[in-house]
């Protein structure tokens, strides 16, 4: 799990969480002062709300674990896909497009219908911190705004604003132990292996779990791309980059469950099969 640590810059930070798409999410807005004043505490407050209530309806659109949701309406049956939403529409080209960039690494349709569980929820996170939080870095005294769903995150920052995230990379095999700590100033971060929920990830080229499976982090402008080329990394495992070349925006790490780290930038690997633990 990636986690936004401490940042460069001084500023106070505004957060609200909930519970929903199976996780804890929370919106952070960080702002020159402590007490924004009261309009700019509402605005911020009702941002914070709007993003929350707007991962909320993505869950019920896309949740297979929601009876009612049109996802698990689609697979039994009960919804024709020309009635879906258009959203539903949006996450399945976007998954088409990820299979053939993935070399068939991740499918959507792995279980013989359509669930994009691997890409929705950076996807959601995505689009409701751009829709919703992006607009308050044009309000003064705004500096820097971040969503995250499960440790997976979307990070703004006003322009000119003095102001840096600091994620630190969990270390899968010490609890409580940062491996790394990655400056951002604006882009997305997520990670995926089998530390929290054990051998979950399945390769849908032999729809076994990936055995031994590595951790992955990813760095790109977007969430859906980063939360999504996570999973693709853990899938092709930690001696295989040739994936990379489907995902040039990307910079991350993989740590072997030996311990070993292999590290990219921009899709060039920079450091090979270290222990520098």
């Not at 698990?72 to 896909?81: E, I, K, N, Q, T």
């Not at 979307?154 to 132990?177: C, F, S, Y």
């Not at 760095?219 to 853990?234: H, K």
Request: charged share 20%; aromatic share 6%.
């Amino acid at each position: 799990m990636s986690v936004a640590a401490a940042t460069t810059g001084a500023a106070h930070r505004h957060v609200r969480t909930a519970e929903l798409m199976g996780t804890v999410a929370s919106v952070h807005v960080l702002t020159t002062v402590s007490d924004p004043g009261p309009a700019l505490a509402a605005r911020i407050a009702a941002a914070q709300v709007a993003a929350l209530d707007e991962l909320q309806e993505m869950d019920a659109l896309f949740s297979p674990f929601r009876p009612d949701s049109q996802i698990s309406r689609l697979r039994d049956g009960a919804l024709h896909p020309e009635q879906a939403h258009p959203r539903i529409l949006e996450v399945s080209e976007a998954c088409v497009r990820l299979f053939a960039a993935s070399g068939g690494r991740f499918d959507a349709n792995l279980q013989g219908w359509f669930d994009p569980t691997g890409y929705v929820k950076g996807w959601a996170v995505e689009h409701a911190a751009f829709r919703q939080l992006a607009p308050l870095l044009d309000e003064d005294g705004v500096v820097a705004a971040g969503l995250s769903a499960g440790g997976d995150m979307q990070l703004l920052t006003a322009p000119g604003a003095d102001w840096t995230w600091n994620v630190g990379i969990a270390d899968p095999l010490r609890p409580g132990v940062l491996r790394a700590q990655v400056p951002v100033r604006e882009g997305a971060v997520a990670t995926s292996g089998p530390a929290e929920r054990g051998a979950h990830i399945v390769d849908p080229r032999s729809s076994r779990a990936v055995a031994d499976a590595p951790t992955a982090t990813v760095i790109a402008p977007r969430l859906s791309d980063a939360d999504a080329w996570a999973t693709v990394a853990v899938v092709a495992g930690f001696d295989d980059l040739t994936w990379l070349r489907g995902a040039p925006d990307t910079s991350g790490m993989l740590i072997a469950v030996d311990g070993a780290v292999r590290r990219w930038t921009h899709g060039v690997e920079i450091a090979a099969a270290s222990r520098d633990r």
